[in-house]
């Protein structure tokens, strides 16, 4: 079955920087929409970023500047580089991809920042 693996999270200092990736596998079919979402404790998951298939982006405008959403097709992943990250950003972020007509999730991956 269809499976998004994510990688990447950990503990980083304010002003760090963190790769996330998420790469699909059990399909032969390209990610349609992929996407970064996050949850903080006793807050909603928000997104966080978009890429589609002709590699238009969008960014929440907490991150815009910071972050950057990009896809490697030949891998079927989805990256996320997250730069002069704020203690604010600590979160569980979930990887999300559209293959044809179906949503998946990841399983997440825990961003800390802090001192």
């Known amino acids: 079955q269809v499976q998004l693996v994510e990688s990447g999270g950990g503990l980083v200092q304010p002003g760090g920087s963190l790769r996330l990736s998420c790469a699909a596998s059990?399909?032969?079919?390209?990610?349609?929409?992929g996407g970064w979402y996050r949850q903080a404790p006793g807050k909603q998951r928000e997104l966080v970023a978009t890429?589609?298939?002709?590699?238009?982006?969008h960014y929440a405008d907490s991150v815009k500047g910071r972050f950057t959403i990009s896809r490697d097709n030949a891998k079927n992943t989805v990256y996320l580089q997250m730069n002069s990250l704020k203690p604010e950003d600590t979160a569980v972020y979930y990887c999300?991809?559209?293959?044809?007509?179906?949503?998946?999730w990841g399983q997440g991956t825990q961003v800390t920042v802090s001192s």
């Open positions: 999300n991809a559209k293959i044809v007509t179906t949503n998946y």
């Open positions: 059990g399909t032969i079919f390209r990610i349609n929409t």
């Open positions: 890429i589609i298939t002709d590699g238009s982006t």
